[in-house]
Nanobody, 115 residues
Framework: QVQLVESGGGLVQAGGSLRLSCAVSGSILSINVMAWHRQAPGKQREFVALSTSRGATDYADFVKGRFTISRDNAKNTVYLQMSSLKTEDTAVYYC?????????WGQGTQVTVSS
């Protein structure tokens, strides 16, 4: 099981940008899937974006064109670049790793978008 530590959350105005980071213990080269999920108050956790070890990416419809997931293999870090933020993007954002059938979650980082 890998250890994940998110950072980069904060308060931003609508229309602004933030970049979240997820530092991974060990090498991310072999991790099958790295993903971001989010959970807003009173709502279930939902998928946001993923990146596979083969270079594929996928996004939830509500972030397509606004968010970009990327990996820096040298730094063992996964990023989520968020632009054109909306108030409805307010949530705790969680990093997730799926490696050899074992899933791991980070502790989450709060993103608050004000109007």
């Amino acid at each position: 099981q890998v250890q994940l530590v998110e950072s980069g959350g904060g308060l931003v105005q609508a229309g602004g940008s933030l970049r979240l980071s997820c530092a991974v213990s060990g090498s991310i080269l072999s991790i099958n899937v790295m993903a971001w999920h989010r959970q807003a108050p009173g709502k279930q956790r939902e998928f946001v974006a993923l990146s596979t070890s083969r270079g594929a990416t996928d996004y939830a419809d509500f972030v397509k064109g606004r968010f970009t997931i990327s990996r820096d293999n040298a730094k063992n870090t996964v990023y989520l670049q968020m632009s054109s933020l909306k108030t409805e993007d307010t949530a705790v954002y969680y990093c997730y790793a799926l490696n050899s059938g074992i899933g791991s979650w980070g502790q989450g980082t709060q993103v608050t978008v004000s109007s």
